[in-house]
Structure formats: C-alpha cells, structure tokens
C-alpha cells in the first residue's frame, strides 16, 4: 500500500467512526467540512478520541484535535504522522496498517510519558 492508499484508508475508518458518534451515513460526511458543523460536541470529541486510542494506540490530547481545523482530512493526517506512516514504504496491508504501527508505537509512547 502506498502512502496516498494509506491515508486513504484513515480517512474512511475514521469518517466510518465519526458517521457512528454523529449518528449519520458516512456517505454523508465531506472530509474537508469542520465537524462541529455536523454538531459535535465535546463528549462526542471524547468518544472519537478514546476509540482512536483503543484502536490504534495512540493518544491525541483534546487541544490538539481542537487546534487542527477539525476536519476528518486533518484527524486522518494527524493519525497518518503518529502512526508512523509519513516515512515508510508501501508494503503493509491495508488491515495491517493501524495493528502494526499501534504494537510498535505504544512502547514508545509509555516511555515517553512523564514518570509522576
């Protein structure tokens, strides 16, 4: 898969994860149109957020998400860049993608936390 494939195939799980929390067809989303124009909230914010850790082990902090212009296209660019994905060749699976990059990503991100 190549890169552009890649990024492709953020975009739709994520539109497919948004359509869920927003209630709608993913159909129905434009990838480039703020998600608060489709009313979401904060909780909805969240949910998005905690999924997107649960499946792809990644934390995105709500300010960042907030920061980006709020779009699916900016969400799925944001997970491409922490996935890893910015660099790499095309040789991964489309399925594989995220599972493959959240095992080598995660280890990285615990020791990257500050110890308390």
């Known amino acids: 898969m190549d890169a552009d494939d890649a990024l492709e195939y953020i975009r739709t799980t994520l539109a497919d994860l948004l359509a869920e929390v927003l209630h709608m067809q993913a159909g129905q989303l434009d990838h480039h149109l703020r998600l608060d124009h489709y009313g979401m909230d904060s909780l909805m914010a969240a949910q998005v957020l905690v ?3 649960q499946r792809y082990g990644i934390d995105i902090p709500p300010m960042e998400l907030l920061c980006s212009n709020g779009t699916i296209d900016d969400l799925a660019r944001i997970l491409y860049v922490r996935l890893g994905l910015a660099g790499q060749s095309s040789s991964a699976a489309p399925a594989g993608v995220p599972a ?3 095992e080598e990503k995660e280890p990285e991100t615990a020791s990257a936390r500050p110890v308390a």
Do not use: D, L, R
């Open 51 to 53: 999924t997107v850790h």
């Open 100 to 102: 493959q990059a959240s």
